[in-house]
């Protein structure tokens, strides 16, 4: 069985760019939700995407979107990046809405300058 | 507002000195209360989903307890290896389903 897999590992981006981060989910799991990680801090939830469509979104701006696509994989795009969007991106996959459990991947670390 | 708060900030035992570790929640109704070990720079790691006031798991030398108000993660005869951060959350029925509350984590460093 394959776990929640993320790329890139690292990337290194300047202020006022975009960025594209992507999740593959665990095999059989069709509900992605992405967090971000500030260091020393604990996952703040951004979205849940379940069969390609957003089911809820927490308190981050609209410059953050994402996708779900057929096979369930996820992408997670942030426009006009800020110094303070550096951080630990991470994917957490369940086999559904009533599932409780999240399984994350390792996680993207993003470094905005 | 639901809330998610651990103690201590960092917890530092010798190998075998067993320790627990705090886990206070607020949530207006209790999904479940999930607990994470994290290494550095890497994606937290599944141990434990509690559900209602009274219920305990146990993996290894982990177990997992919960009550109304707060959870413990008790660790007995700690081995370096179970040097991490702890991560606890919870998952409330107000409000989207995937929304994990997290706290900021207990690091444990456990010396041989």
């Known amino acids: 069985e394959t776990g929640v897999t993320q790329s890139p590992t690292h990337l290194i981006k300047t202020r006022g760019q975009q960025v594209t981060l992507r999740c593959s989910s665990q095999?059989?799991?069709?509900?992605v939700s992405w967090y971000q990680q500030a260091l020393g801090q604990g996952p703040q939830f951004i979205f849940q995407y379940y069969r390609e469509e957003e089911n809820g979104r927490g308190n981050f701006p609209p410059r953050f979107s994402g996708l779900q696509f057929p096979n369930y994989s996820s992408e997670l795009n942030v426009n006009a990046l800020e110094l303070d969007d550096s951080a630990l991106y991470l994917c957490?996959?369940?086999?559904?809405?009533?599932?409780?459990?999240?399984?994350f991947g390792p996680g993207t670390r993003l470094t905005v300058t | 507002e639901d809330q998610v708060t651990q103690s201590p900030e960092a917890l530092r035992l010798q190998e075998g000195e067993s320790s627990s570790l705090n886990c206070s929640y607020t949530?207006?109704?209790?999904?479940?209360l999930f607990w994470y070990r994290q290494d550095p720079g890497k994606g937290p790691e599944f141990l434990f989903t509690l559900y209602s006031a009274g219920e305990e798991k146990e993996k290894e030398r982990l177990k997992a307890t919960l009550t109304k108000k707060e959870s413990f993660l008790h660790i007995t005869a700690p081995k370096p290896e179970d040097s991490a951060t702890y991560l606890c959350a919870v998952q409330g029925y107000g409000g989207s389903q995937g929304n994990l509350i997290f706290g900021k984590g207990t690091k444990l460093s456990v010396k041989p």
């Open positions: 957490a996959s369940s086999l559904g809405l009533a599932e409780r459990e999240q399984y």
């Open positions: 949530v207006s109704g209790l999904r479940g």
């Open positions: 095999s059989g799991h069709n509900t």
